[in-house]
C-alpha cells in the first residue's frame, strides 16, 4: 500500500464543467470528493465560455413542442463523421453513448437545481445533413447572482460575456441595434437590469460564468471538496492502475489516494505554444480564449501511464480579428459574423474567396488554415461595403460608431472608393480581387452562392441579418466606400486529447482501458470527432462523460439518476 498524505472516493483533477457535473453524480452515490484546480479561480475555461451545450432529444426540446430522437441524433453523427477513420474518440459507441446519456444528464442537473433555457432558433451547424435540426438542440444557461456564492464569488472563473446580465438569447440580438426597435428596447432592460443588481447588491452574471456559478453553488451545497492553486504533479499508479495523485502543499508534494479513480478534465493545450507547434502548426496561443490554465501537462502525463492520443490537429477553431489594441485582450473580438453578414466576403491574400463563409467556426478555420498551406491564407481579409460599415458590428464596435482613428493608422481598417484601391491597400491583384467580387455580386444579387453555397443552411442564415430581404446571408459589394479587416485562426481550445472508451475510461494504444483512470472535456479526443455538431458541442460533452465516468466508476451502471 502507499502512504497517502490524505484520501477520498474520487479525484477530479481540474474544476471545470465536467469535472463538476462529476464530482455531483459521486456525491449523489454517497462517495467523497475532492476538485483540485490549479489556478487560483473555479470553473474552468466552461466558465469563459457561452455555456451552451448541445444535448439532443432534450427534454426542454420536448417542453417546446419541438420533435427530436435518437434515432435522428445519431443520423445527424454519423453523417458527420462519415468516411472519417481517424478519429476513435467518435467511435460509433461513443457517439451512441452520448445521444442516450446526454437528456438523462440533463435532467439529473435539473433536478439537482440547475436552470437552463433553450434558444428556439439555433441551428446545427450542418443542419443539411440527415438528421439535423433546423430549430435548436441547444441548450443554455439561466442567470445566477453569484454573490450566492458566498466567499466562493471571488474564486468563480469570469467569461467574456459573464458581467453582462443578459441570457444567450437575448445576447444573440443585440447586434440588430441598427434594424431593430426591439433589439434597442432590449439593451435598454439589459442596462436597467444591471442597475438594479448594483442597487440591490447582487451580482448577476452570464453564460458560461452563470453555469459555472450555479454549478459551483450545488456541488459545494452537496460537500464536495475544492482546492485552488493545487496543480497535478503525477498520477500515482499501481501495478497499472491509478490510485491517486501527487499534487503540492505548502511548497511540499502531497499525496492523496483515490479510492474509486482519478477523473482527468483539466483541458487541452490551447496555451501550450510547444505543443501547439508539434501539433496544430500555424496557431498561436496569441489568438486563443481558453482559459490560463489550458496547457496540456496532464496530457502528457496520461501519455506518460500509456494512455493513446488521437485528433491532436483539432481545435474548436473561432475566428477572430484584432484591432489595435485588441492583440492581448483575454476575449478576442469575434469575426463569425461579419463574414456571414449580407454584403461581406472573406478572401485569401490572392483576392480569391475560398470558403462558405458561414457555417461551423471550426470548419471555417481549418479551412484557412488548410488553404495556407498553397496560398497565403493567415490572415485572410474579410471585403466589405458600406452597408456592412452602418448596419452590422465591426470586431467589438456597434454599426455606426465613428471607429477609432487608431484603426485605420495602424493599418488595421482598409478603407478605398473602389475595391481595385482597396486590393492595392492590402497588397492584393487588383484584377484579381475584382473578379472574384464581380462573380459574388452577380450571384449573390440573385440570392445564390453557386461557388460555395452560402446561405443555402439554416445556420447561414441564423449567422445572416433576419432583417434582410431575400437570402438572410448574401447582399453584393456594391456600395462604396468599401473596407477591409484581417481574419485570423483562433480558437477556444483543443479538440483532440487521450482516447477514452464509452464509459469514459481513459485506454492504451491496445485498446484495453487504464484501471482507476478517467477523462473528459477537452482533455480527450472529442466524441464529435473532427466536426462541430452544433453550438456547445465542446461543453456537451465534456458534462456528459464526466456523468457517464462517475456513474461508472461509483458501480452505479448505466441507470439514470
Known sequence: ????????????????????????????????????????????????????????????????GEQDSPELAMAYLDALNEGVDDAPGASRLRRQTYVNEAPQMLAFLMRKGMKFGRAPFWPDYH????????????VTPALFN?????????????????????????????????QSWRAKLLLARIGWRKVRARLTGQDIVAAGTALQGRLLQIALKAGVQFRTDAGVDQLVEDKGAIIGVVTQK?????????????????????????????????????????????????IVEMQRHGAAIAQMNEMVGHQITLPPGEEQSEFKPSAQRLTAAPHAILVDQSGQRYMNEGGSYLTYCRTMLERNQSVPAVPSYAIFDDHVMRSYMIGNAFPSVPKPASWTKQGYLAKADTIEQLARTLGIDPAALKATVARFNEHAAQGRDPDFHRGERA???????????????????????????????GDVGTYGGVVTDEYGRVLRADGSAIVGLYATGTSTASVMGRSYAGAGSSVGPSFVFGYVAAKHAANIGNQAL
Open 250 to 298: 505548502d511548497g511540499q508534494p502531497w499525496r492523496i489516494g483515490a479510492r474509486l479513480g482519478v477523473l482527468v478534465a483539466a483541458g487541452g493545450f490551447a496555451r501550450n505554444q510547444a505543443m501547439r507547434d508539434q501539433y496544430i502548426p500555424g496557431t498561436s496561443v496569441a489568438w486563443t480564449m481558453a482559459g490560463p490554465g489550458d496547457t496540456g501537462e496532464m
Open 1 to 64: 500500500m502507499t502512504d497517502w498524505n490524505e484520501s477520498y472516493d474520487f479525484v477530479v483533477v481540474g474544476s471545470g464543467g465536467g469535472g463538476l457535473c462529476a464530482a455531483l453524480v459521486m456525491r449523489q452515490a454517497g462517495k467523497s470528493v475532492l476538485v483540485l484546480e490549479k489556478t487560483d479561480q473555479l470553473g474552468g475555461t466552461t466558465a469563459r465560455s457561452g455555456g451552451v451545450m448541445w444535448i439532443p432529444n432534450n427534454p426542454l426540446m420536448a417542453r417546446a
Open 459 to 489: 445556420y447561414d442564415n441564423f449567422l445572416g441579418d433576419p432583417f434582410y430581404p431575400g437570402n438572410a446571408s448574401l447582399g453584393p459589394l456594391d456600395t462604396a466606400p468599401f473596407y477591409a479587416v484581417p481574419v485570423l485562426p
Open 146 to 178: 453569484a454573490k450566492e456564492l458566498g466567499a466562493y464569488c471571488s474564486k468563480l472563473r469570469r467569461g467574456r460575456f459573464g458581467g453582462i446580465p443578459a441570457t444567450n438569447e437575448e445576447l444573440m440580438k443585440l447586434p440588430q441595434l441598427k
Open 127 to 138: 443542419d443539411e445533413l440527415p438528421g439535423g435540426s433546423k430549430s435548436s438542440r441547444s
